[in-house]
């Protein structure tokens, strides 16, 4: 028996992850995105994150209306009346009309409103809750673009190492119809190889449909038709976690996560609003000023002549709260409840986020070993074909025992290539679990892809 017909499989089953993907791209590599560009047209096109981005500038011009509340307040209003005017007691026995005119120019200014500060403070808090919701969403535009970006990878070199399998297999199956004619081998070689080949057409059938949606899911997201992700380059080198202490992590994250300090941002509005409520039972001082102008042009009902009035007035004003109905009382009892809600809400988050960065961190730890652990499974599921090949050829073993060690060689590079993008992704979602994530996060990864 010869060797021949099985020296394409062994050669495609060697395939290394960037020419598995070469054969499944659609258009030269010269013609792909990397990462960071995908990402930036998802900036750009993406309505989740301009959702974001229009709420925060909204959430900016909200906080700048409680500044009204402290400024001086000034306003000019002016009207014109016809007065009639018909008495029995006047000299000519009969009426009199004329024409009135006045203008009044009005300004005031707060001096004492205890609840108008607290409002004013409150915009701060919420320009610090804005910020951090923006920088939430784009956050997770990252990890959204990588994770579609990933997955259009993922399933083109499950698409190529199914095709590989598929061309081993026919091979093979060629090989034991042939040895079947020359009577060296059962039709159960033979019948074996047909089913397994008709079972990984079926998964070829599953792998072009996967990557078709996971090309379409990216393409939306990006709003670029039929994008090219750069595949990995190869050898891979994947970074390490630094820094290398979980509790560092989790330190971090206090300070800069975004979900705490949204947490921190509703405590500080809420302790706030509590301020406002109590400020119903205190008095409030307001400075007024006024300038008034009443003019009758014409005549008056005193005597026949014109008249202008011009009055100018300066004052305090004082308002002191008597009794409300109890409406501040309960309104103070709601906010106190309000504040320890929001306070525990911020207690839940900051334990929330701990969890979330230590399971980031330690399922990035996992895939870098699962990576290792996949790269010599590789190597020893290799082996391992060899090995039944040989001995199919000698006689000591079977045409399933070859078939079952190509199926468990393709197995093992599919989920090497996907343990590396794991791993990759998950180093983001680290970041993004502690609040550190950023664009430039993104150029470690885009180093890795080929050019």
Known sequence: MTLLPQLSAHRLSMLPVSVAFALASLAPLAQAQSLVELYESARAFDATYQSAKLQYDA????????????????????GASRVNVDSTTSPAGGGTSFNTQNATLSASQPLYRPGNWANYEQGFRQVDLARAQVEAASQDLIVRTSQAYFDVLAAQDTLAFVRAQK??????LAFAKRNFEVGTSTITDSREA??????????EIAAENDLRVRKIALD?????TESQP????????LPDVVPAEVSTWVSQSEAVSPAIRQARSNAEIADLEVKKA????KPTLDATASYNVTKNPTNTAQAGISSRANTGSVGLLLNVPLFAGFSTQNRIRETLALRDRALSDLEGT?????????????????????????????LSSQSALDAN?????VGVRINIDVLNAQSQLFQTKRDLAQARYNVLLGGLRLRQASGTLTPDDLQQVNNLLAR
């Open 59 to 78: 959430n900016l011009a909200r906080a700048d209306q409680a500044r009204a509340g402290i400024l001086p307040t000034a306003g000019l209003s002016a």
């Open 167 to 172: 061309e081993a297999v026919n091979e093979q």
């Open 194 to 203: 047909q089913a397994r080949f008709d079972l990984v057409s079926a998964q």
């Open 220 to 224: 939306q997201l990006v709003g670029i």
């Open 230 to 237: 750069r595949p990995l380059a190869v050898p891979v080198n």
């Open 278 to 281: 109590e400020a119903g039972h």
């Open 350 to 378: 900051r334990r929330s986020v701990s969890q979330n960065v230590r399971t980031a961190y330690f399922g990035v730890q996992s895939g870098q070993g699962q990576v290792r652990a996949l790269e010599a499974a590789e």
């Open 389 to 393: 090949k040989l001995g199919y050829q």
